[in-house]
């Protein structure tokens, strides 16, 4: 099976755009969860969606969304873009509640 | 919610010597602990994962142990390779979801 994917891989943007990050599941998958990855925090949930229904949220400002798709695929966006918010983004898919394979991430620099 | 604390924060250790990393964890809810490597510019990858009826679980050269009266678990690596060099994360969930807590990560260098 394929794994992850996201897209895109790298992305520039000023403070104040918006941003979209997409990923696409392993086939069979209907968990994909979102983490935000910082030299200084690590690994931090963002939300995790599950049939279309965001079943879990971290602790992150409203300016953090996203949705899921029917085929599984999910989408994340960011707001009101801040230069805290350059980082690497990841999903995760699952089948169960377990085991995550994650994706490569889409590295984001907010200028 | 659950806090999980990883120490060390660094650890470099000589080839075939062995690595010790440890993790605790807040909320004795939690039941599945997962570990995952991470070598640079590559995404998380799972080497092993524990559920909390386990005590202890061993893969080759890996091994995970879990305490939970003490909440806390930890990852052994044994006769360690230049390829163990990578950065390690512990995490906890329960089961409501797929919603994990990392642990800060330990950045382990193998010196040949």
């Known amino acids: 099976k394929a794994g992850v994917t996201q897209t895109p891989r790298y992305l520039i943007k000023t403070r104040g755009q918006q941003v979209t990050l997409s990923c696409s599941p392993i086939?069979?998958?209907?968990?994909v969860s979102w983490y935000q990855q910082t030299p200084g925090q690590g690994l931090q949930f963002l939300f995790e969606y599950f049939s279309e229904t965001q079943r879990n949220k971290g602790n992150f400002p409203g300016r953090f969304s996203g949705r899921q798709f029917s085929n599984s695929r999910s989408e994340m966006n960011v707001s009101t873009l801040e230069l805290g918010d350059s980082a690497l983004y990841l999903c995760?898919?699952?089948?169960?509640?377990?085991?995550?394979?994650f994706g490569p991430g889409t590295r984001l620099l907010v200028l | 919610g659950e806090n999980v604390e990883q120490h060390p924060s660094t650890l470099s250790v000589q080839e075939g010597d062995s690595a010790v990393i440890k993790c605790t964890y807040s909320d004795s809810a939690s039941n599945y602990f997962p570990w995952y490597k991470q070598e640079l510019g590559k995404r998380p990858q799972l080497i092993i994962d524990i559920r909390s009826n386990v005590g202890e679980k061993k893969d080759q050269r890996i091994a995970v142990t879990l305490n939970k009266t003490a909440k806390h678990f930890s990852l052994h690596i044994t006769e360690t390779q230049p390829e163990d060099s990578a950065v390690y994360f512990c995490?906890?969930?329960?089961?409501?979801?797929?919603?994990?807590?990392f642990g800060t990560g330990t950045s382990l260098t193998v010196i040949p």
């Open positions: 995760a898919s699952s089948v169960n509640q377990e085991t995550q394979y």
């Open positions: 995490a906890a969930s329960k089961n409501t979801g797929n919603q994990f807590y």
């Open positions: 086939s069979g998958h209907r968990s």
